[in-house]
């Protein structure tokens, strides 16, 4: 019979052997956590710097005058810039063969431009009336503006690719072309008597938002223009200025460009221009953004000045008739995926290899445009690009799903699939702000998000966001990560900053998300800000990183 000390003893023998199992079992555990941990490709939360945040949102943007002058000091010098190593390179003239002309690109190869939001300057009018100004206000009204201008943008981006551009008939085709001379001629005799009077302000509708400065014409013009990745054609203001919003550039003279041609009505690149017609024996171009905001002109072969690299033979609007768009801008530089953009114009000059940065919102530092193969970057995630023949200018890309605080949210893979008809899918768009999604698959994204900040105070709706926080009062705090899950494997993770942004200056901050009321997804450039973008078509893929800016 045991006594009571040899109980006692056994007992405490049973309870540190007890005690031992449970402390190994949480070791066990621990290195399966840290394990998983280990493998995974990205947290669960992030944190968010309100403080700084709210601090870049009260910093005065520069004059345009200032603006000037930081391109002139700061343009990047392309010799320094992926150039080639032969030692007489700046004397060589690489030449492509392509419909309606010879595009020479004279070394480097490779060329760099510095690139800004609209929102960091502030272009004013010498009449007060006319409201011209951007960059003006507080940060609130900037920011309203932005939307309303994204809105424009994104409706007019999905009516656009709701329409059946296949069931065009060749005689309906033809009918439109004569239309549109006949809109043109009339148009041009009616506002004849008026020419270069009319000036529209840039702020009324259109949402060109990035911002680089080239050269136009021999000798080069220094003009403004507007990025634009779902755009297949270059264009500029052009006097004689039938009609013409204000710029901050005197209005581009053909005439007094050297290597200004025009092009013939039955020129290959005429052909290749939608809506084109002819009058006077030179083809008339005709674009219209949906939001309202239009450009007619004529086609011309012109001389583009990227830092010292000049393009020559370059497939340009002259825009004599303009209406909105782009505030303070000459034109657009469509980088778009078709034929007559900037970047399918240099064909095999470049490898149809592109890059950009676009720049962080309430930082002092610039993004930046790249063309050429060696703005490919190693060490990106690189996702393929879909083509949609129904939109040919359009970059597409897979995407599988998403994730809040790394968990996928339950959305079906075929709400973002782009269809045989060439409907949804996901659209790559420097033009759009906010990124948009079906509404379901918004829904449920949303409601992920929502779940994981229960903590948060929240706030009234904002414009077109539906999700709002009152961060009024903190410095920094942890929000859930937000994730895009690419077809074939790539995750993308949004830093904070990119989906979580202040609409005033005094703490409130919205899910910088909405829904498309369509099938289609549009990956705005809030989302895209501060990560290098790298598109190689030669080889049809898209990188994300790993660069920032």
């Not at 530092?365 to 790249?370: N, R, T, V």
């Not at 949210?409 to 999604?437: K, Q, S, Y």
């Amino acid at each position: 019979m045991l006594t009571a000390a040899a109980f006692q003893s056994s007992f405490l023998v049973v309870v540190l052997l007890l005690l031992e199992v449970v402390i190994l079992l949480a070791a066990a555990a621990a290195a399966a956590t840290a394990t998983t941990t280990a493998t995974n490709s990205y947290p669960d939360f992030q944190h968010l710097n309100v403080k700084d945040t709210l601090a870049g949102t009260k910093v005065v943007p520069p004059k345009i005058s200032e603006y000037h002058d930081f391109f002139n000091n700061h343009q990047l010098d392309t010799d320094s810039i992926g150039s080639s190593t032969d030692d007489d390179d700046d004397d060589q003239t690489t030449t492509d063969q392509a419909e309606g002309g010879n595009h020479q690109l004279h070394s480097p190869r490779n060329y760099k431009l510095k690139l800004l939001h609209r929102d960091r300057i502030i272009i004013s009018s010498p009449h007060p009336h006319q409201g011209f100004e951007s960059g003006g206000g507080d940060h609130k009204h900037r920011l309203i503006e932005r939307l309303k201008r994204d809105s424009n943008r994104a409706s007019s981006l999905i009516n656009r690719l709701s329409r059946d551009h296949n069931n065009k008939s060749a005689a309906a085709a033809q009918a439109q072309r004569a239309a549109a001379s006949a809109r043109y001629e009339e148009e041009e005799k009616a506002a004849a008597g008026d020419f270069g009077s009319d000036v529209m302000s840039g702020m009324d509708q259109g949402s060109g938002e990035y911002f680089v400065r080239i050269g136009v014409g021999s000798p080069a013009r220094s003009q403004y223009m507007v990025i634009d990745s779902g755009s297949d054609i270059v264009w500029v203001q052009c006097q004689p200025c039938s009609q013409c919003y204000r710029q901050s550039d005197p209005v581009f003279d053909p005439s007094a460009s050297a290597s200004f041609t025009g092009v013939s009505c039955g020129s290959a690149v005429c052909e290749r221009v939608e809506n084109a017609g002819c009058h006077s024996g030179r083809c008339h171009y005709e674009v219209s953004y949906g939001d309202g905001s239009y450009t007619k002109g004529t086609l011309a072969l012109e001389t583009l000045t990227f830092g010292q690299a000049a393009v020559r033979n370059v497939a340009i609007g002259c825009g004599h008739m303009n209406r909105g768009m782009f505030v303070g801008a000459a034109g657009l530089l469509g980088l778009g995926g078709g034929s007559l953009s900037f970047v399918g114009q240099l064909g095999g000059q470049t490898g149809g290899a592109f890059s950009y940065c676009l720049v962080s919102r309430g930082t002092d530092s610039s993004g930046s445009l790249e063309f050429g193969r060696g703005a490919m970057p190693v060490g990106a995630a690189w996702v393929p690009l879909i083509r949609n023949l129904r939109a040919p200018s359009f970059y597409y890309v897979g995407l599988a799903g998403l994730g809040v605080g790394g968990i996928r949210v339950p959305i079906a893979e075929d709400i973002f699939r782009l269809n045989e008809l060439g409907d949804g899918g996901v659209v790559m768009d420097t033009g759009t702000a906010v990124t948009r999604f079906p509404n379901s698959a918004y829904e449920a994204f949303r409601d992920a998000f929502i779940s994981q900040t229960t903590n948060l105070p929240r706030a009234s709706p904002v414009s077109i966001f539906d999700t709002c926080y009152n961060l009024f009062g903190f410095v920094t705090l942890r929000v859930p990560t937000v994730s895009f899950y690419f077809s074939g494997g790539p995750i993308l993770t949004l830093p904070a900053r990119n989906f979580l942004i202040p609409v005033d200056d005094v703490g409130t901050f919205c899910l910088a998300f909405a829904p498309s009321g369509s099938g289609l997804s549009i990956i705005g450039n809030i989302q895209q800000e501060g990560i290098q973008i790298s598109f190689d078509g030669a080889n049809g893929f898209v990188g994300f990183g790993p660069n920032v800016c």
